[in-house]
């Protein structure tokens, strides 16, 4: 009977031993579980942090993209607008050149009219003094 405690108290023991191993491997299993869990989180929270930032920066490169295109269409339209007055001054300028030109054509015949009338009546008095 004392053999057979013995063996029993034996086998309790082993039993508790066992026991404490196993809570001991489950606790440590926990905290590496924690642990990792906790580094998990870390890293989802840097990607997450580093995806703020790249949309950031996509948002930024698109702002000045827009930026730029709207400067460059507010030029193009400058410059149309500038081509348009040049060629309207053009116009104004060519359309004066003609009319000087023509005042100049018409002044020029009725000089030689007055000239050739002028000369008509020299040629009348000189007849008329004979």
Same mark, same amino acid.
């Given at each position: 009977m004392q053999q057979e405690l013995q @063996? $029993?108290?034996?086998q309790l023991q082993e039993t508790q031993q066992t026991l404490d *191993?196993?809570?001991r491997q489950s606790e440590q299993e926990k905290a #590496? $579980?924690?642990q990792q869990q906790a580094h998990l989180t870390k890293l989802q929270q840097e990607l997450s942090e580093m995806e703020q930032r790249a949309a950031e920066q996509q948002q930024q490169v698109e702002s000045v993209e827009q930026e730029w295109l709207n $400067?460059?269409?507010a030029l193009q339209q400058e410059l149309a607008d500038k081509q348009q007055k040049l060629q309207q001054t053009e116009q104004i300028l060519q359309d004066a050149k003609q009319q000087t030109e023509a005042e100049k054509a018409e002044k020029a015949r009725? %000089? #030689?009219i007055y000239d050739k009338l $002028? @000369? *008509?009546l020299a040629d009348? *008095? %000189?007849r008329a003094v004979e």
């Open positions: @063996a $029993k108290h034996q *191993e196993t809570r #590496e $579980k924690q $400067k460059q269409a009725q %000089q #030689e $002028k @000369a *008509e009348v *008095e %000189q």
